[in-house]
């Protein structure tokens, strides 16, 4: 009888999960190479196929979807045992995964993951930032990061900030000889920087007025999808951009940006930190969820 390795069959389950082998290899961090030659390995010890390969895409034989279904609950439990043994570790140690979005992920790098690295050096962290909302479940992460209403309701949530808002800015010198806008119809007459989201449409700009939400789709010289990128062509005096408050919040403190229809961008819902309950979470998992509700007392407290 051969001898199997865990990581190889949680290996497979993450190929089958995400369908692709670059994908699965970040979920268990391991090199693409190194993935598909463990898998490799797991087939010929195994004597047949668990994957149809091709150039373009990854699927499961019969036979591997019949290993996966049989394989999958055993996992569940052979991790469970592993948590509930490394819930009684003193020194917290091993890998925790985080998924949110790119504006929460520097939100919180400073205050909550680094803060927890600085204590716990024995854990690693992988961040992982996307604009999908996805299945932290079935995804294979510890937590996920993500406004407030946008939690799903069978989640334990613990709120890591204030409110939020969304910051309208541009340059003083783009203003110079221009009149700043009164109200969101006023853009019209401004180039403004557009961004793009995920699913690959433009980006309305959220305004709202005597409780009624406002949008709009502003004209300008440049689409980007990210914004860093955008605060760059904002701050290079290109135009007017729309952010989250906290990325450009230092620009308009030290006055490289002015910002411009404060009175229309009311508070949105905070930042949580979220994840399923879990009988006997391993130490890493509790004392990373302890910081979060420490963040959140601190800053109720402010």
Not at 58 to 68: C, K
Request: proline share 7%.
């Amino acid at each position: 009888m051969g001898t199997y390795k865990l990581a190889d069959f949680d290996a497979v389950l993450a190929i089958a999960r995400r369908g692709s082998f670059r994908a699965a290899a970040l979920d268990v961090g391991m090199s693409t190479s190194a993935l598909s030659s463990a898998v490799s390995k797991l087939e010929e010890q195994l004597g047949v196929r668990l994957f149809n390969r091709t150039t373009r895409s990854v699927s499961l034989t019969a036979a591997g979807q019949r290993f996966v279904d049989q394989v999958s609950p055993a996992l569940k439990d052979i991790h469970g045992a592993i948590d509930t043994v490394r819930s009684q570790q003193e020194t917290p140690t091993g890998i925790l995964r985080i998924n949110t979005f790119a504006t929460a992920g520097r939100e919180i790098l400073a205050p909550l993951v680094l803060e927890y690295l600085r204590r716990f050096p024995g854990v690693q962290i992988d961040l992982v930032t996307e604009g999908n909302l996805v299945d932290i479940v079935a995804e294979g992460f510890d937590f996920g990061v993500r406004s407030q209403n946008l939690v799903p309701t069978d989640m334990i949530a613990i709120p890591l900030g204030p409110a939020r808002r969304y910051a309208v800015v541009a340059t003083p010198a783009y203003f110079q000889g221009r009149e700043p806008p009164q109200g969101p119809s006023d853009l019209k007459a401004h180039a403004c920087i557009r961004t793009r989201l995920p699913n690959g449409a433009l980006f309305r700009w959220q305004f709202e007025s005597d409780g009624q939400p406002v949008h709009v789709d502003v004209e300008g010289p440049i689409t980007l999808d990210e914004a860093s990128l955008a605060r760059i062509a904002v701050l290079d005096g290109l135009g007017i951009g729309f952010f989250m408050e906290s990325d450009v919040r230092e620009d308009i403190e030290a006055g490289r940006l002015v910002r411009v229809l404060e009175a229309w961008t009311p508070p949105l819902a905070p930042l949580c930190l979220y994840y399923p309950s879990r009988r006997n979470p391993p130490a890493a998992f509790k004392v990373f969820v302890d910081l979060a509700r420490e963040l959140a007392r601190s800053s109720r407290a402010r």
